[in-house]
């Protein structure tokens, strides 16, 4: 109820709609387009938001985001090339459907499900988002560190296919955020003499370049090749048929919010998932699985939206990102001043309200830009790419500049794109980069403190692990480990063919 | 040992290189320091344990190339990219970032997106010419007359 009553405000502010609005038109291209992503734009979002207001920074992200995922769909049916990773399941039955010639009837359902999945996901953060405050107010140093590192540890198993790369990539990001002024001592760390990274490597030019230049170069390498897109021809369809799928996508829908919350996760294996699901209930298809089964859209759809709500959840309570684009929304609020964690609820609520607002009305912008805007933008989608590639890199120059006014900052940003193309290709991902730039100074002060306060008592081991939720993540952060390791995998494999 | 074999094992390899190194320069740090009683607070103990699990997660990548399957899967890595034209791409984001120091944003991005648009393959000058002129004129306008952004 009190939920309600902070988020109505917002809900009429013309401002704010206005705001939301505007990122949520971006978030419809960028998210279209193959080549931008909802991470590239919303790092490039952090440094031009810098000078503005907290909400006014908010509702542009948030219409970004929301929308943005959405729009990764359009590609995927158009063109058969997803706009954004969490899409890569929606070509599967999007695109085949669209070569028989039903591109609007595709685009309809991703359009509804992914509104319906966005709605879910942010309803169920404003719901738990209180409960589990109230629980990590009684964590403590170590379950902090435990917990970002159990988060680094699923990121790592679920980014990448081999494990020990993507606990690479997640040690990768660490380092970075170790390097500059230790917060404890006050002595510089990792520097290697630079005095310019004496403050630490600045995120943003660090996420603009992981994110824009690595993937203006891997497109250059890979060599540019445009899609076909396909007509659509607008066909009359029935709500009532759209919204037979209603049930089951609410089970997409928890998978996805559940997948979300789990650290580093995200939108495409929560898709994946929910597509596995969909193949087993669905017993009588529209079309077989594969070959423009609506239900396949439903399920991937509706579960990477729901990721959104359920990414942010763990963001604002526990300041543990969920998925890359969380990484990077968690350094607009530091840039701002805020301080999410268990405390957000009490001293940032109007922030945590104006994110919840800020989700819903980009749903009701989804809805709008899916059926009215998505079918009439299809040439835009195919935008040349040697006429976008050029425009993406004087964007990442202009967003890393933009927050310290640092030349060094665009030079920053040129290293971490090389840095982030180089280990695409070899095969680290860079979701668990990210989430270890974000997080690592964080685990690092918590690991200290802890070690600090438990060499004081008689019994400094208990001390640090004798409390139930340590235990807890413990056993978790170790299951997660251990279950990736190849001996553990062969015993489950196993067990299962005996089953 | 095949390519496939070769690139992984050089993957372990640097990555437990760079964990020796990490290991080196945070144990040099943590021996010099004066009061030897604050290592837990040391900034660098943080930096050696990571520098314990980079080590350890090379092997497990370096180790397992040795006695891999030959009938593995093929993988990202394998797919063959062109390394010239990022090579080109670089050479010119670096000219950028020289030019910028100097000119100043709108002559060196004009000079630049000429460059790149070119370089990717556009030949018509109605293109390349408005693109040139344009892009740093409309991103000024947008950004630091719009939205108040500092650009370089």
Redo the contacts between chains.
Sequence with gaps: MQTIQGILPLMTDLRFIFFVMIGAVSGLFVGAIPGLSVSMATALLV??T??WQTSDAMATIMGVYVVGVFSGALSAILINIPGAPSSVVTTLDGYPLSKSGNAYKALVYATWYSFIGSVFGLVVMGILAGPITAMALRFHPMDYFLLALFGLTTVGGLTS??F??G??SA?IG??FS?IGM?S??G?P??TMGIQNLKAGIPTVPALVGLFG?AE??TV?????TDGKVLRIHQEKILLREVFREFPRSMLYCVIGTFVGALPGAGGPVASFLAYGQAKRIVRHPSRPFGEGAVEGIVASESANNACIGGALIPMLTLAIPGDAVTAIILSVFYIHGLQPGPTFLKTGKIHFYEILAGGLIACVFLLLLGLLVAPRISKVINV????L???V???C??GA??CN?R?FD??LM?FFG?VG?IL?????PIAPITLGLVLGGM??SN??RA??LA?TTPNPILSMFGRPITVILLILTVSALLGQT?VVKKLLRKKNISV | MNNLKKRQAADGAVVAGLGVWLLIHSVTHLLNMKAKASWIMSPYLFPLILAGAVIILGLTILIPAFAADDRKETTDQEKHGNSLRVFILLAISIVYDILMRFAGFIPSTAAVVLAMTAFLGERRLKILIPMAVFTPVVLTLIFKVGLGVRLP
């Design positions: 440094s031009i810098y000078t296919r081999n020990s790369k606990l690479v040690c660490i380092f170790l230790d404890v001592m002595t760390r990792l230049f203006v170069l250059v390498c890979q060599g540019i040349p790419k040697r006429i590639l050029p425009i890199v004087v964007l120059v202009i500049y933009a006014r030349v665009v030079e040129f090389i193309f695409r290709r070899r095969g680290f685990m690092d690991f200290r070690v600090s060499s190849p």
